[in-house]
T-cell receptor, first 113, second 117 residues
Framework: AQSVTQLDSQVPVFEEAPVELRCNYS??????LFWYVQYPNQGLQLLLK??????LVKGINGFEAEFNKSQTSFHLRKPSVHISDTAEYFC???????????FGDGTTLTVKP | NAGVTQTPKFRILKIGQSMTLQCAQD?????MYWYRQDPGMGLKLIYY???????DKGEVPNGYNVSRSTTEYFPLRLELAAPSQTSVYFC????????????????FGSGTRLTVV
């Protein structure tokens, strides 16, 4: 079985500051990893994904994430956040031979002016 | 390109009533999913389908039923609604792994907010 733990439920940060949202996962087999963003009253949209290869993956809106197999982590980062980045962020894991993903409980990112 | 369309967007049900949440996708995706999102709890998988005529239970299937007669549609049926089913329901779809690099992530609908009173 697979599981995902997002280590911070809420992350407040000032505009133009860097941010890191932390995600650890557990699985006994190879996995694909994802970050999704959910703006208020909307569905989730894919931010970025790690399938294989380079451990640093870049996504939309200036976000990037680094896959660390030894620490079973997939932390999301952005060097300088904007007010418009205020949203809920979800980390998800999918075993490579399975069709469904398991989601973390989410991290609320609040960017203050 | 509509993607995944969910209807209705909002619904209030009385305890014991039944309803069907509709989900349609126009991307010819084989895999479809139903999740529920409770505040602070992330998304929990209710049911999923890997193709027409094939469905399977997720983590929290009790109180729900699904059918998948075509690739495009994947309705979720609530029988005898209970307050514990108050939640936001999301439908999602994707292609199976291995069918192109753009197919691994989910495409989500905009959700159905259901309140049972």
């Amino acid at each position: 079985a697979q599981s995902v733990t997002q280590l911070d439920s809420q992350v407040p940060v000032f505009e133009e500051a860097p941010v890191e949202l932390r995600c650890n996962y557990s699985s006994s087999v190879s996995v694909y990893l994802f970050w999704y963003v959910q703006y208020p009253n909307q569905g989730l949209q894919l931010l970025l994904k790690y399938l294989s290869g380079s451990t640093l993956v870049k996504g939309i809106n200036g976000f990037e994430a680094e896959f660390n197999k030894s620490q079973t982590s997939f932390h999301l980062r952005k060097p300088s956040v904007h007010i418009s980045d205020t949203a809920e962020y979800f980390c998800a894991v999918s075993e490579t031979n399975a069709g469904k993903s398991t989601f973390g409980d989410g991290t609320t990112l609040t960017v203050k002016p | 390109n509509a993607g995944v369309t969910q209807t209705p967007k909002f619904r209030i049900l009385k305890i014991g009533q039944s309803m069907t949440l509709q989900c349609a996708q126009d991307m010819n995706h084989n895999y479809m999913y139903w999740y529920r999102q409770d505040p602070g709890m992330g998304l929990k998988l209710i049911y999923y389908s890997v193709g027409a005529g094939i469905t399977d239970k997720g983590e929290v299937p009790n109180g729900y039923n699904v059918s998948r007669s075509t690739t495009e549609y994947f309705p979720l049926r609530l029988e005898l609604a209970a307050p514990s089913q108050t939640s936001v329901y999301f439908c999602a779809s994707r292609q199976p792994p291995g069918q192109g690099p753009g197919t691994y992530g989910y495409t989500f609908g905009s959700g159905t907010r259901l309140t049972v009173v």
